[in-house]
């Protein structure tokens, strides 16, 4: 059974049945946080997320379903067939399974086609509640040291500002600056709270590819006002998940991390008036 076509869950079930991409068992805990976040569902509705639920259950692995089972276990009106589906398996294997799929949704973004990444993000757009998440505030002068080091194409001070920023590993902020579709450099953005001024400075100074193409700007411009604060805050606690991370603050000036070079100073002048001592003490003795 397919959805609509308007339904962007339609194109995700299209993209997790293709090769090479396996998002099924993200989708199905998805269609199932969406389907208990409604009390009551009209027949259509029903056999809807049935004849999903039962398409996905066989493809997915054991901790999945038994995260699908625990989930639906509190719901008073949990389709039976579905239901009978599932099996219940420990739950270290499924907070597990948790990691392990997050993982692959970083892998799956970053390999995934312009089209295909904007529906991951439409999907996580839907699958929130965006009351319960909102975007991390940022100092001005922290996106001002991101947007000069981008106006002078430096790609290893951005990087280095931009790790500190998102909290997350070095391999990741790189992968983030250095992708040449600009997607990653977008979620930042409206993670971070930067405005679309800013960003657009940003994409056509920091990469050629993306700075030479003014479709490339204009597409991603777009996508920046399509995301949501919170979907993007979603897939920065993802990437965070990758490595353990730096605190979330960068000092304000490059160096102010380093031992302070005034205290190597105080023995020169120690030494100075103790050459000025002996000399006093010197001519009180001729006296």
């Known amino acids: ?32 946080d969406l389907y208990v976040q409604k009390p009551i569902h009209d027949l259509d ?27 639906l276990s509190v719901y008073p009106a949990a389709p039976v067939a579905v239901l009978r589906r599932l099996a219940a398996v420990p739950s270290s294997a499924t907070r597990a399974s948790e990691e392990a799929e ?3 949704l970083i892998e799956i973004f970053f390999s995934a086609r312009p089209d295909e990444r904007r529906l991951i993000l439409v999907y996580l757009d839907v699958g929130l509640d965006v009351t319960t998440l909102r975007a991390m505030p940022v100092a ?15 790609q290893g001070e951005f990087i280095r500002v931009l790790e500190r920023a998102l909290g997350v590993s070095r391999q990741l902020a790189e992968r983030v600056a250095r992708d040449n579709s600009g997607e990653p450099i977008v979620v930042a953005a409206k993670a971070l709270g930067i405005r679309l001024e800013s960003l657009q400075r940003i994409l056509l ?12 700007l204009y597409e991603l411009s777009r996508l920046f006002d399509e995301i949501n604060p919170a979907a993007a805050e979603h897939m920065l606690g993802i990437w965070r998940m990758t490595a353990p991370r730096h605190p979330v603050y960068d000092p304000v000036y490059w160096n102010d991390e380093r031992p302070s070079a005034r205290p190597t100073a105080r023995p020169a ?8 001592e002996r000399s006093a003490r010197s001519r009180s003795s001729e006296h």
């Open 269 to 276: 002048a120690s030494r100075v008036t103790s050459r000025e």
């Open 140 to 154: 001005g002068e922290l996106v001002r040291r991101l947007e000069n080091a981008a106006l002078k194409r430096n």
């Open 1 to 32: 059974m397919k959805l609509s076509a308007s339904n962007p869950l339609d194109s995700l079930v299209d993209l997790a049945c293709r090769d090479g991409v396996d998002i099924r068992p993200t989708l199905l805990r998805v269609l199932t």
């Open 102 to 104: 997050k993982n692959d």
């Open 205 to 216: 100074f920091l990469n050629p590819v993306i700075g030479q193409s003014a479709q490339r």
């Open 45 to 71: 509705e029903e056999t809807q997320f049935v004849e999903l639920a039962l398409g996905l259950i066989d493809a997915v692995d054991a901790p999945t379903r038994a995260a699908v089972a625990a989930r």
